[in-house]
């Protein structure tokens, strides 16, 4: 027999039915399916931004000003979730994922590529990812655990606290991208010859 390929989402959806034909508790298996849903709409919105706003406004206003939008859209998703309330706002923030991730990260891996001498774009790419994705990941993660520790008690998490700590790191970065950030003339996308590499 062929074997068949399954998206992750239908994979999800499998796995939420298989969950209710086990007998899972009705409460849990329809939490687990709002989740799904929360996280589908955060994906949408990041694959949306990524092919209708980043090319039309990458050439409108400059890399700088995406990546200055990026930037700052981190702090506004850490405030609401430090907030906490109303649920429908929490649920809606996790659509800025798509503005934070697009506009910030692939928007550097775009400026990286538009800067780089030719002869080392791949490695400044390869350098970029490895800093962000395994040094940051790996440091991220470590001081998340730390953050939700000291903010934690016997009588539970004071999640407000844990985001606050994001929310002032990226403000304090956003400050810093703004004062020391300088974007060079760079020629347009469309006469680097980005597909003769």
């Avoid at 899972?24 to 949306?48: G, H, M, R, T």
Wanted: proline share 4%.
């Amino acid at each position: 027999m062929p074997e068949t390929k399954v998206s992750a989402v239908e994979r999800i959806r499998i796995a939420i039915q298989e969950a209710k034909d086990k007998g899972a508790d009705p409460a849990d298996a329809a939490k687990l399916e709002e989740d799904f849903k929360e996280f589908l709409a955060s994906q949408v919105a990041e694959i949306l931004v990524m092919l209708l706003l980043l090319p039309l406004l990458i050439s409108k206003i400059g890399i700088r000003k995406i990546l200055v939008l990026g930037v700052l859209a981190w702090p506004v998703r850490y405030i609401i979730f430090a907030v906490g309330a109303p649920s429908w706002l929490v649920i809606a923030s996790l659509a800025l994922h798509g503005f934070c991730f697009v506009f910030f990260f692939v928007a550097a891996f775009i400026y990286t590529d538009m800067v780089a001498p030719r002869d080392i774009r791949h490695s400044a790419q390869s350098l970029i990812t490895l800093v962000t994705y395994g040094f940051g990941n790996y440091v991220g993660s470590l001081f998340a655990g730390w953050a939700r520790d000291w903010f934690t008690t016997d009588a539970g998490t004071n999640w407000t606290g844990v985001f606050l700590i994001p929310c002032a790191l990226t403000i304090l970065c956003a400050v810093a991208f703004l004062l020391f950030f300088k974007e060079e003339a760079t020629p347009k996308l469309s006469e680097q010859g980005r597909g003769t590499r």
